[in-house]
């Protein structure tokens, strides 16, 4: 049954997948605001909006700040740029992580801050929606991105491999031009979360096999 159940999520994953609206024309001229692209996904997402055209304006903090004032900062910057945003019909792109939808050990303060965000942000969809206000809000769960910090802080722990910077942005660029309300990278985080609340064993199954940890034997 599990078998069956596996096999038919994966197909229409990958109908849903395969239908790519995305057209690279319609950044040409786009206003973009861009955080935190020092490195990582934000670093390669300026480089793919600056070759498809789209006029940017760039910020960028040390990571020491960031941690302390993430979810802050994406609070009051969402406030402060609510009502432009409102008047031009534009859309917001939210890069957060699988940890902010799947708990893991050693992770509990991140954890806890992206869970904040990917709450905050889908609460405020919904009050837009109620309110028909016409802003477009992409959560974007990403893997562990490629900077040398976080694959150090997770060195010996997890055997999740580094999601490549250029891909993941791109697939970040897709789901904001298409105004989707989600983004995964790589795709089988979306099963993934499915999972977390259909299948909670299974999903610990997923959780263990990217922890470099062993099970001790059942006494």
Same mark, same amino acid.
């Given at each position: 049954?599990?078998?069956? %159940? #596996? ?5 229409? =994953?990958?109908?849903? @997948?395969?239908?790519?609206? !995305?057209?690279?024309? &319609? ?70 992580? %699988? #940890? ?5 050990? =050693?992770?509990?303060? @991140?954890?806890?801050?992206? !869970?904040?965000?990917? &709450? ?70 979306? %099963? #993934? ?27």
């Amino acid at each position: 049954m599990k078998v069956l %159940l #596996l096999t038919g999520l994966g197909a229409l =994953f990958f109908a849903y @997948y395969w239908d790519d609206n !995305f057209d690279p024309a &319609s950044l040409q001229g786009a206003r973009v605001l861009l955080t935190g692209v020092s490195a990582g996904v934000g670093e390669e997402l300026a480089y793919h909006y600056a070759r498809l055209g789209s006029h940017l304006v760039l910020t960028a903090h040390t990571e020491a700040f960031l941690q302390q004032v993430n979810f802050l900062s994406y609070v009051q910057l969402t406030s402060s740029a609510l009502p432009s945003l409102t008047d031009s019909k534009g859309s917001l792109v939210v890069v957060s992580s %699988l #940890l902010g939808r799947v708990p893991t050990s =050693f992770s509990s303060p @991140y954890s806890a801050a992206k !869970f904040a965000l990917d &709450s905050f942000f889908s609460s405020l969809r919904r009050e837009l929606d109620v309110q028909e206000v016409n802003v477009a809000i992409t959560m974007c769960v990403l893997g562990l991105r490629d900077r040398a910090s976080a694959a150090e802080g997770v060195r010996g722990i997890t055997r999740v491999k580094a999601a490549q910077g250029p891909k993941a942005a791109l697939a970040v660029i897709r789901g904001g031009a298409t105004r989707a309300s989600g983004v995964f990278y790589p795709w089988r985080f979306h %099963l #993934l979360c499915l999972l977390r609340s259909w299948m909670p064993h299974a999903r610990a199954w997923f959780v263990r096999q990217e922890l470099n940890i062993t099970t001790p034997p059942a006494a």
